[in-house]
């Protein structure tokens, strides 16, 4: 299965992993 | 307590990034550093977060992403047949848009935004240059018309430039070959 992902989602991660 | 394992979101490819820092003394292989590589989306937030802005480098360096295995240069073979769709930018927009159009040309990387052409990006890189900084993306076949020119137009529309701007399509074998201000386009969108 292709590994896709729009930016809306991948922009959704930014911020929780430099807060962890 | 033990603490639970955190679910992560995997990657189509394993990328690697690239610093170039231009030192004269050096031999140009001396000066490209293979800086880590990254598999995961949250591995590449972390590493984002964690490096310098684009923008905050000196003139000289450069940045490339590049999937895990394929060097960033013209020389490698899959790259040599291939060629970059270039974004020149003015001296002003290293403040006002390059970080931006970066991490926007990142997102398309790591997404797979090109849709079944995806398998034809090898990477991109930024250029910090005092004449005007540079962004490219790089595909592996320059005579592979329908995959460069879909790649051309979703990334056109990714990076939010106007219908009226013009960006070109440069095969690696004539960008070898002239200095860049004579290199032609051999697509635009």
Known sequence: EKKSYDREFLLGFQFIVASM | AALEPVETHPLQSRWALWFFKNMKSQPWQ??????????????????????????????????SIFKDGIEPMWEDSRNKRGGRWLITLSKQQRHSDLDALWLETLLCLIGEAFDEYSEEVCGAVINIRAKGDKIAIWTREAENREAVTYIGRVYKERLGLSSKVVIGYQAHADTATKSSSLTKNKFVV
């Open chain 2, 30 to 63: 001396c000066n490209l550093r293979l800086v880590t590589t990254f598999n995961t989306v949250e591995d590449f937030w972390a590493l984002h977060t964690h490096i310098q802005l684009a923008s905050k480098l000196s003139s000289g360096c450069d940045y």
